[in-house]
C-alpha cells in the first residue's frame, strides 16, 4: 500500500513554504516535495549579479515580513536564497529534498490522488502544484537551425560575462532578464546586439516610491489574466535593482552602443532573419510610460499626493529613431553566443 498523505505540495519553493506553513497553522497534515533542495532554482538559475527586482519591504511570507535596515534596498539572488531557506527551517516545513514527482492521476476510487515517484508513490487526498512559472526557458525551434559554431544559453545558466567565449554577444528578448544581461555584457567590454520583444517602460521609482508601490495601488498586481484581452498577460515591465534599481530603457542601451534590431524571425548556419519592428517595438514602451504616469498622476489627485517632480517622458540626448535590419551575419560580425532570454513556459506533461 502506498504512503497515505492528507495534503501533497509539489516544489520547495517560496509558494510551496507559504503553502506549507499556512496547513501547519490549521493544523492540516501535509508533505512538500522538493526533487532537488530547497530553493533549488535560486541556487543555481541566477547569474551572479541578479538583485530581486522587488524592494525588499515587499519580501512577505505568512509569518514572516522583512525587518532589516534597507526596506528600499534589491537583495542579491544569495540573500533570498537564505531568507527561503531560514524560512523553511523557523516553519518546520515537513521538506522531502531529492524526491522528484514524475507523475500524478486521480486514484480509481475517487478519494484522491495517486502521486508517482521516481522511486515508490504516495496517496494523497489533495494536491498543491507549487512548481513556480519558471520551469523551462522557452527556446524558439528555429536555435536548432543556428550554426554549432555559435554558442547557446539562457539566463537560467548564465553566469557572468567571463564564463563566455571571446567575441560578440546576441541576446535575444527584451525583458527584464534580457536588457539587464545585455546591459551587464556592454558594460564589461562585450559587442551586444539585443533583438528587442514587446515590453513596458517604466520608472523604477516616482515620488519618492518604488515602482512596485505604485502598482499596487493601482491594483495591478491583483489582476487576474482572465481580466486582459484574450486571456494573455501584458507585456512584462522593464525594471533591475542592481546598483539600488534604475530605470531601464531600451533607447539609452542603444545609446550606450547596444545595437538594438528587431525581433528574430528565422536562422540557417551564421544567418539570422529579423523583423524590422524595432522602432515600433520602442514606440509602444514609451506609449506605455506615458500611460503609466497619467495612471500615477490620476492616483495622486485622487488620495491628494504629492509625486514631486514626474521624470521626463523621454529624455531628448537618447536616439528617437533607430536603423532596422533585416538579418544578421553572426560570423561576419564576430557573433559567438547567444543568449536566449525568451521567457519560460510551464512543463505539467507529468499531470
Known sequence: MPERHDTVIVGGGQAGLAMSAVLRQRGREHIVLERRRVAERWRSERW???????????????????????????????????????????????????????GLRADGDGTGFLVSL??????????????????????????????PSVLQTDPARYRCPEQLPAGAVLVVGSGASGCQIADELLRSGRRVYLSVSRHR????RLGGRDIY????????????????PSGQW????????????????????????????????????????????ANQILNEADQSYSQFLSAARQLAVTHAMDIGEEPPRQPTCLPSALSEHDSLDLARENVSVIVWATGYTYDFGWV
Open 213 to 228: 508601490w505604485w502598482l499596487e495601488k493601482m491594483s495591478r498586481l491583483a489582476q487576474t489574466i482572465d481580466s486582459f
Open 118 to 147: 521516481a522511486e515508490g508513490s504516495l496517496h494523497a487526498r489533495r494536491v498543491v502544484l507549487a512548481t513556480g512559472p519558471f520551469q523551462r526557458p522557452n527556446i524558439p525551434p528555429l536555435s536548432q537551425r543556428i550554426s
Open 234 to 277: 501584458p507585456p512584462s515591465i522593464l525594471v533591475t535593482g542592481v546598483n539600488g534599481g534604475y530605470d531601464v530603457n531600451v533607447r539609452q542601451l542603444a545609446a550606450d552602443g547596444t545595437r538594438v534590431i528587431g525581433r528574430v524571425t528565422d536562422a540557417a548556419g551564421t544567418h539570422v532573419a529579423v523583423d524590422g519592428n
Open 201 to 204: 517602460r517604466v520608472p523604477r
Open 48 to 102: 551572479d549579479s541578479l538583485r530581486f527586482q522587488f524592494p525588499n519591504w515587499s519580501l512577505q511570507l505568512p509569518g514572516y515580513r522583512y525587518t532589516g535596515s534597507d526596506p528600499e534596498g534589491f537583495a542579491g539572488y544569495n540573500e533570498i536564497l537564505r531568507l527561503i531557506e531560514d524560512y523553511a527551517a523557523s516553519t518546520r516545513a515537513p521538506v522531502r529534498e531529492h524526491t522528484e514527482v514524475v
